[in-house]
């Protein structure tokens, strides 16, 4: 990694290299759009997509017959000079730049989504390292097969695809989805190029070529921008293009570019070591931006599991996803922005808290209620209050927190004393009704309560709430508890009973490993030792201990996972292995997946683009390696 220089006032940004393989694709964007996929091999952009309230999850533009929606490219002499062979590196963490150097030209492409616009633009540059002078072509295609609505999968929409120049902005292109109107649109902007159009019958789908000629002198170089940007309809997507166009007039896109990275920069920690550094901070700003942005209809601030078609339930709420997740990772970052988040969480979203998983507008999705989801907003408000002191958010959301703290309740159950779970945390049905990992973190939820009443001045349910947060560990340590387990060197947790009957085995997200860090036992308790051990011995099933990179899942998730990393990264005794598994996968270029294989350290490919967990992850990062800020 390049060090910070200073410019002219302005830091450089930092470079960071990447080794990347021919099938990844790098991610990018702002608080508007999203840009998921740039293929590694040749700098196209696959899709993009924006957040829409009245769709309750995203809209993303595909190209024509499996093409990319945008791909860049040169011509040198009218003959194509292919983009291969390309060298990645992300400028603060987080925006892409390729090079390459081939017959004496240099090519460099980049995408940049600056904050605040509802746009983003593609810098495509070439200078001329050869002793004579060269006719170069910069160039951009761009096309419109379908429009994809994105909740979990994509379902591709009914209507008329349209492609027309940009009303009063030139040169430029809109690309229109209509139905009874306009329903949708986005537009290229390309100061200094021409455009040639095809529209069907003649084109199978609506698409531009938007392209400028050069000659190059020896020493030369040229650059050619191209602002993609979003809107409702075909006048608001072309001014926001001309917005961000206006931009790169007046500044320059160095200047545009060294802001972007500049609002990066505010944002990212440091651990001292690079390698960390990297990975934290890449998923810190993931998490940042691809489990939360604003919607295009509405302009609110949004919460999803991830806005990246490639994790396969993108686009949905999930009160564990962005709470006990997400949430730590942006507190390490940006703790105004964390304000913002929960209240998102604690306003639209929190009629419903508790169940499965939600659309944006806190519609419910997929019913079933979950003990773990139940309770992470309380979670996420104390730690929030704790790191920030802002005692005036908790008055603000008084009437939240009494109906959080109800909904708990409702889940009594006399008999043991515990709180029961509908479905647990990996989303699936368990018949036995009291979970260990949920019921501690109810404990938490409980003590939490007690600060945040006491923060209210209430003496009565804040005396009340650390009572009850006492019986729940009593009752926990007595029916949770199990003996005879084969192999087992005493009493160990189990992860779900019903007074009498137990199961053993993990389920992160919802590990038993996550116990120390909640504070329900110490980490050299002998009772999370032997159920350590246990979960780390052949005799658990899933434990994968004979495997190189194997750590503890779960009858869902075959491999190890990536909560698992975090949570034992945090604790003493694993803290070494964990680091060792963690920095020895590729992850998805860089990104958290679900979890790996254990036994070459490959990504899940189902689970890739994983916002939430991404900041899941980065925080445990943070929590053991992060230095104070200055």
Same mark, same amino acid.
């Given at each position: #990694?390049?060090?910070?220089?200073? &410019?002219?006032?302005?830091?450089?940004?930092?470079?960071?290299?990447? =080794?990347?393989?021919?099938?990844?694709?790098?991610?990018?964007?702002?608080?508007?759009?999203?840009?998921?996929?740039?293929?590694?091999?040749?700098?196209?952009?696959?899709?993009?997509?924006?957040?829409? #309230?009245?769709?309750?999850?995203?809209?993303?533009? %595909?190209?024509?017959?499996?093409?990319?929606?945008?791909?860049?490219?040169?011509?040198?002499?009218?003959?194509?000079?292919?983009?291969?062979?390309?060298?990645?590196?992300?400028?603060?963490?987080?925006?892409?730049?390729?090079?390459?150097?081939?017959?004496?030209?240099?090519?460099?492409?980049?995408?940049?989504?600056?904050?605040?616009?509802?746009?983003?633009?593609?810098?495509?540059?070439?200078?001329?390292?050869?002793?004579?002078?060269?006719?170069?072509?910069?160039?951009?295609?761009?096309?419109?097969?379908?429009?994809?609505?994105?909740?979990?999968?994509?379902?591709?929409?009914?209507?008329?695809?349209?492609?027309?120049?940009?009303?009063?902005?030139?040169?430029?292109?809109?690309?229109?989805?209509?139905?009874?109107?306009?329903?949708?649109?986005?537009?290229?902007?390309?100061?200094?190029?021409?455009?040639?159009?095809?529209?069907?019958?003649?084109?199978?789908?609506?698409?531009?070529?938007?392209?400028?000629?050069?000659?190059?002198?020896?020493?030369?170089?040229?650059?050619?921008?191209?602002?993609?940007?979003?809107?409702?309809?075909?006048?608001?997507?072309?001014?926001?293009?001309?917005?961000?166009?206006?931009?790169?007039?007046?500044? /320059?896109?160095?200047?545009?570019?060294?802001?972007?990275?500049?609002?990066?920069?505010?944002?990212?920690?440091?651990?001292?070591?690079?390698?960390?550094?990297?990975? #934290? %901070?890449?998923?810190?700003?993931?998490?940042?931006? +691809?489990?939360?942005?604003?919607?295009?209809?509405?302009?609110?601030?949004?919460?999803?599991?991830?806005?990246?078609?490639? +994790?396969?339930?993108?686009?949905?709420?999930?009160?564990?996803?962005?709470?006990?997740?997400?949430?730590?990772?942006?507190?390490?970052?940006?703790?105004?922005?964390?304000?913002?988040?929960?209240?998102?969480?604690?306003?639209?979203?929190?009629?419903?808290?508790?169940?499965? &998983?939600?659309?944006?507008?806190?519609?419910?999705?997929?019913?079933?209620?979950?003990?773990?989801?139940?309770?992470?907003?309380?979670?996420?408000?104390?730690? +929030?209050?704790?790191?920030? %002191? !802002?005692?005036?958010?908790?008055?603000?959301?008084?009437?939240?927190?009494?109906?959080?703290?109800?909904?708990?309740?409702?889940?009594?159950?006399?008999?043991?004393? #515990?709180?029961?779970?509908?479905?647990?945390?990996?989303?699936?049905?368990?018949?036995?009704?009291?979970?260990?990992?949920? %019921?501690?973190?109810?404990?938490?939820?409980?003590?939490?309560?007690?600060?945040?009443?006491?923060?209210?001045?209430?003496?009565?349910?804040?005396?009340?709430?650390?009572?009850?947060?006492?019986?729940?560990?009593?009752?926990?340590?007595?029916?949770?508890?199990?003996? /005879?387990?084969?192999?087992?060197?005493?009493?160990?947790?189990?992860?779900?009973?019903?007074?009498?009957?137990?199961?053993?085995?993990?389920?992160?997200? /919802?590990?038993?490993?996550?116990?120390?860090?909640?504070?329900?036992?110490?980490?050299?308790?002998?009772?999370?030792?032997?159920?350590?051990?246990?979960?780390?011995?052949?005799?658990?099933? +899933?434990?994968?201990?004979?495997?190189?990179?194997?750590?503890?899942?779960?009858?869902?998730?075959?491999?190890?996972?990536?909560?698992?990393?975090?949570?034992?990264?945090?604790?003493?005794?694993?803290?070494?292995?964990?680091?060792?598994?963690?920095?020895?996968?590729?992850?998805?270029?860089?990104?958290? =997946?679900?979890?790996? !294989?254990?036994?070459?350290?490959?990504?899940?490919? =189902?689970?890739?683009?994983?916002?939430?967990?991404?900041?899941?992850?980065?925080?445990?990062?943070? =929590?053991?390696?992060?230095?104070?800020?200055?």
């Amino acid at each position: #990694m390049l060090p910070i220089l200073a &410019s002219a006032g302005v830091q450089e940004p930092r470079r960071l290299a990447l =080794a990347l393989r021919p099938d990844d694709v790098l991610a990018t964007g702002n608080e508007w759009i999203a840009l998921p996929e740039i293929r590694a091999s040749d700098g196209a952009l696959v899709s993009f997509n924006a957040l829409f #309230m009245r769709e309750r999850g995203l809209l993303q533009p %595909n190209g024509e017959a499996g093409r990319p929606v945008l791909e860049p490219y040169v011509q040198v002499g009218g003959k194509k000079h292919t983009l291969d062979a390309l060298s990645w590196s992300l400028l603060e963490y987080w925006i892409p730049q390729a090079r390459q150097e081939r017959d004496g030209l240099e090519v460099t492409l980049t995408y940049c989504a600056p904050p605040g616009h509802r746009a983003a633009f593609l810098r495509l540059t070439v200078a001329n390292h050869r002793a004579e002078a060269v006719s170069t072509t910069l160039g951009l295609r761009s096309s419109f097969g379908s429009l994809a609505r994105v909740t979990y999968v994509p379902v591709l929409l009914r209507g008329e695809r349209l492609l027309a120049p940009t009303p009063w902005v030139d040169p430029g292109e809109v690309y229109s989805y209509v139905t009874y109107d306009t329903r949708f649109a986005w537009a290229i902007v390309h100061p200094g190029s021409k455009a040639t159009l095809g529209m069907p019958p003649v084109v199978v789908a609506p698409q531009a070529d938007a392209a400028r000629t050069v000659v190059l002198q020896p020493g030369e170089s040229a650059e050619s921008l191209f602002v993609l940007s979003v809107g409702l309809e075909e006048f608001s997507a072309a001014h926001s293009a001309r917005a961000l166009r206006e931009e790169l007039e007046r500044a /320059g896109s160095d200047a545009v570019i060294a802001r972007a990275a500049a609002w990066c920069r505010a944002r990212t920690r440091t651990t001292g070591r690079d390698d960390l550094d990297a990975l #934290m %901070n890449r998923n810190l700003l993931f998490t940042t931006l +691809y489990a939360w942005g604003r919607t295009l209809d509405t302009e609110q601030l949004v919460g999803v599991t991830s806005r990246s078609p490639r +994790y396969y339930v993108s686009a949905a709420y999930w009160d564990r996803d962005a709470m006990l997740w997400s949430f730590p990772g942006i507190l390490d970052s940006d703790p105004q922005f964390a304000r913002q988040v929960l209240e998102y969480a604690l306003g639209i979203q929190s009629r419903n808290a508790g169940t499965h &998983s939600r659309f944006i507008d806190g519609v419910v999705l997929e019913d079933g209620f979950q003990l773990d989801e139940a309770v992470a907003p309380i979670v996420a408000l104390a730690s +929030y209050v704790r790191a920030t %002191n !802002d005692g005036r958010f908790v008055e603000r959301y008084r009437d939240a927190v009494d109906a959080l703290r109800d909904r708990l309740l409702g889940r009594f159950d006399p008999a043991t004393g #515990m709180y029961s779970s509908l479905q647990d945390s990996q989303d699936e049905f368990q018949k036995l009704p009291f979970l260990t990992y949920d %019921n501690a973190l109810a404990w938490r939820a409980l003590r939490d309560l007690g600060e945040l009443y006491e923060r209210l001045r209430e003496v009565g349910p804040a005396r009340e709430m650390r009572e009850r947060a006492t019986a729940l560990r009593a009752a926990i340590l007595r029916y949770a508890v199990v003996s /005879g387990v084969p192999g087992a060197s005493g009493p160990i947790l189990g992860s779900a009973t019903d007074g009498e009957q137990h199961v053993t085995t993990d389920i992160p997200p /919802g590990s038993l490993l996550k116990l120390p860090s909640l504070g329900f036992l110490a980490e050299d308790d002998p009772l999370f030792s032997r159920t350590f051990e246990w979960l780390h011995s052949g005799h658990y099933k +899933y434990s994968y201990s004979d495997r190189r990179y194997g750590l503890p899942g779960s009858y869902r998730l075959p491999f190890t996972t990536s909560w698992t990393i975090a949570d034992e990264l945090v604790l003493k005794r694993s803290h070494d292995r964990a680091a060792e598994v963690l920095l020895a996968s590729p992850w998805d270029a860089g990104i958290i =997946a679900e979890g790996i !294989d254990p036994d070459t350290a490959l990504p899940d490919r =189902a689970g890739r683009a994983f916002a939430t967990a991404a900041g899941y992850v980065a925080h445990a990062i943070c =929590a053991t390696a992060c230095l104070p800020r200055r």
